[in-house]
């Protein structure tokens, strides 16, 4: 079975903290995305990767940067930490090609006080 | 730019069959998904259209319409598990995978 997994289910941290979001997927998937979900808005894409060290801008990148020095794991930072920021967040892989699956980790919900 | 609509919310009895919709703009279009998604948990993946017409997959189907830009995803013989949220997405250009806001399916007695 396909794994992703995130490594934080809970986390609250305050304003202006720089906050690191880990993922790792054990399925050597080329494609990871970070998203956020709030209610009414659904899932809101930050930033994609299709390979290591390669990363895009999704819809809402703004306050966000990535990492991806390895195949199997993609860090989203927070430079700054902002009230607006508290969100639930969710991490997804996907193999190469645009019509694959993808499998999600389990969320981050990311509470900034 | 892109854009995707489905219903925000939906009732349906058990038993019954629901249609879900969803409307999509976008400039480059490869694939069509649809995800559930139950109250606290992650999106599960659950079917994907690629060319026209109806993908069947046990309770549930899929349909696609490139020209009109329109999908639905058909659930029979409802179950009470069923109620969750159904998230419809698409791929364009490149690897970004877009997703609409879902709608909240509430299957009743």
């Known amino acids: 079975d396909v794994k992703v997994t995130q490594s934080s289910r809970y986390l609250v941290k305050r304003t202006g903290e720089k906050v690191f979001l880990e993922c790792v997927q054990d399925?050597?998937?080329?494609?990871m995305f970070w998203y956020r979900q709030d209610p009414g808005l659904g899932l809101r894409l930050i930033y994609f990767?299709?390979?290591?060290?390669?990363?895009e801008k999704g819809d809402i990148p703004e306050g966000y940067s990535v990492s991806r020095e390895k195949k199997e794991r993609f860090s989203l930072i927070l430079e700054s930490a902002s009230t607006n920021q508290t969100s639930m967040y969710l991490c997804?892989?996907?193999?190469?090609?645009?019509?694959?699956?993808?499998?999600f980790g389990q969320g981050t919900r990311l509470t900034v006080v | 730019g892109q854009n995707i609509d489905q219903p925000t919310e939906m009732t349906a009895t058990e038993g019954a069959i629901v249609q879900i919709n969803c409307t999509y703009q976008?400039?480059?279009?490869?694939?069509l998904f649809w995800y559930q998604q139950h109250a606290g948990e992650a999106p599960t993946f659950l079917s994907y259209?690629?060319?026209?017409g109806l993908e069947e997959k046990g309770r549930f189907s899929s349909f696609l319409s490139r020209s009109k830009g329109y999908s639905y995803l058909l659930l029979k013989e409802l179950q009470m598990k069923d109620s969750a949220s159904y998230l419809c997405?698409?791929?364009?250009?490149?690897?970004?995978?877009?997703f609409g806001t879902g709608t909240q399916l509430k299957v009743e007695l």
């Open positions: 997804a892989s996907s193999l190469r090609g645009r019509n694959t699956e993808a499998f």
């Open positions: 399925m050597d998937h080329e494609n």
């Open positions: 990767s299709y390979d290591v060290k390669m990363k």
């Open positions: 976008t400039s480059g279009f490869n694939g």
């Open positions: 259209n690629v060319l026209d």
């Open positions: 997405a698409f791929t364009g250009g490149g690897n970004k995978l877009t």
